[in-house]
């Protein structure tokens, strides 16, 4: 369901990590000790390889602006890189730091789609629609690409491939995907026969496999700073530490109250994603926080490799899936799975999906997990993005969990567009509004939903292999 060197002692790191130092789990064969307490957001991997970076001031004035954005995920940063590029006085403000959601713990796959289905997608907003909204995540891929490429960040390291795979036989119906995505699209994908997927992923738990040569996986967090920075360069301002506490509005001109300052702007877009808190009630009750998970590896690279043999990121095609890639050339796993909407992360983080690993690759059962983290994305009840209007100058682009890497870039573009006047994109996203997310009735729902995704995915394995 989810498509998504270290320099530990540089200053600017430190800076952003918790006060709680960061603890090394060690895990090795059967010995899965308990792993309590990890910080949710200092033991992050991206975060001990970022490159050098200064952290962005608290905001302690009152600013004036043409627009305020408010989060700086990847949905903020683009969004405001395209107001600023445009000539628009843009400050950006961050309640944490810059990409400290999802949009710097993610998986870092970049890659077209949604977390829904197009069929699903299309029943809303019919044939053409779903169409129209493909191209644009597909759109999405070529932004992050070309961000990368003309402001050359370097440290973003984007790596072309990506590979889903399959646990059960489904090699039909991965064809026919293959040959309706050429025809529609004239986008071309590799299918990979079992064996051929098992000469660059030795477990004998994949069945086929399809890759997608045109998307790509890379560090987010390294991305989102070199946007930041960006942005800074054409005048925009950016704000750490200053949550935005209250909007209110004095004729055509917006206030937005921050602990120690003031932003005034005509024009306010909300980007906020898992961590949403109630400043725009609306918006808060329209999402449901989902907690995903990851782990890295030691160094490794000669165990890992009698594992996996491929530079593509992997992803398994199961509702409760697996998704993992090679760093540090290939040295180390990058592994992410299960999702829960529980508020707190298991004790037994690192341990679960060291478990998960090893249930696909056994070879791989003496590999120490280093770091463990977890983060929230926002899905709404819909699994697509929430971008639109609530009131003239009051504007929201939102919920691109799971598949984020790629909707945050289109969805920052399309909404900017619609504030500079320039196009009405934004609108393709109108069917998929802002659905009361049920509370606490909604929360239990989706986490049932997903218990029954996991017994209907064993299921449906277990056949699978017993067949073939």
Not at 236 to 256: C, N, P, Y
Request: glycine share 8%; with cysteine; hydrophobic share 35%.
């Amino acid at each position: 369901m989810v498509r998504r060197g270290l320099y530990p002692s540089h200053p600017s790191i430190t800076s952003w990590r918790r006060r709680k130092s960061p603890q090394t789990i060690n895990l090795t064969g059967g010995d899965l000790p308990v792993c309590e307490n990890v910080p949710e957001y200092s033991n992050n991997y991206y975060v001990q390889t970022i490159s050098v970076h200064t952290p962005y001031p608290r905001l302690t004035q009152t600013e004036e602006a043409d627009v305020c954005v408010i989060g700086a995920g990847l949905a903020g940063l683009t969004a405001a890189l395209t107001l600023a590029r445009a000539g628009k006085r843009v400050v950006l403000l961050e309640a944490e730091k810059v990409a400290w959601g999802a949009s710097g713990r993610n998986g870092g796959v970049v890659s077209p789609g949604y977390s829904t289905s197009f069929a699903k997608i299309a029943k809303r907003a019919g044939l053409d629609g779903a169409k129209q909204l493909h191209l644009l995540s597909m759109e999405g891929v070529d932004i992050v690409r070309k961000n990368i490429a003309s402001l050359d960040i370097q440290d973003a390291n984007p790596i072309d491939g990506t590979l889903k795979v399959s646990r059960y036989e489904n090699s039909a119906e991965a064809k026919e995907n293959i040959q309706w995505l050429e025809k529609t699209f004239n986008y071309r994908l590799e299918y990979k026969s079992k064996e051929e997927i098992r000469s660059l992923l030795a477990s004998d738990k994949y069945m086929n496999g399809v890759l997608n040569p045109h998307a790509f996986h890379f560090h987010p967090l390294n991305y989102a700073l070199g946007l930041a920075k960006e942005l800074e360069r054409l005048g925009g301002k950016v704000f750490e530490d200053s949550r935005a506490l209250k909007i209110s509005k004095a004729g055509a001109t917006r206030h937005i109250k921050t602990a120690q300052g003031t932003v005034k702007a005509p024009e306010v877009l909300v980007t906020c994603g898992g961590y949403t808190d109630d400043l725009v009630p609306r918006l808060a009750r329209s999402y449901i926080p989902i907690s995903t998970y990851m782990v890295v590896t030691e160094r490794a690279k000669d165990l890992i490799g009698t594992a996996i043999k491929s530079s593509s990121s992997i992803g398994d095609t199961r509702r409760s899936s697996d998704y993992y890639r090679l760093v540090d050339d290939g040295e180390r796993i990058l592994w992410g799975g299960m999702i829960t909407t529980k508020q707190a992360e298991p004790t037994r983080l690192g341990a679960l999906l060291k478990q998960r690993m090893v249930d696909t690759y056994p070879q791989l059962a003496d590999i120490r997990i280093e770091r463990s983290w977890s983060g929230k994305m926002a899905y709404a009840k819909h699994l697509m993005p929430q971008i639109g209007k609530l009131d003239d100058g009051l504007w929201y682009c939102m919920s691109f969990g799971g598949h984020g890497m790629n909707t945050t870039a289109i969805g920052g573009t399309v909404i900017a567009e619609a504030i500079l006047g320039q196009s009405n994109r934004y609108t393709l996203f109108s069917p998929f509004g802002l659905e009361w997310n049920g509370s606490v009735a909604g929360t239990a729902a989706v986490q049932l939903t997903y218990w029954y995704y996991q017994l209907c995915d064993f299921l449906q394995e277990r056949k699978s292999q017993r067949l073939h």
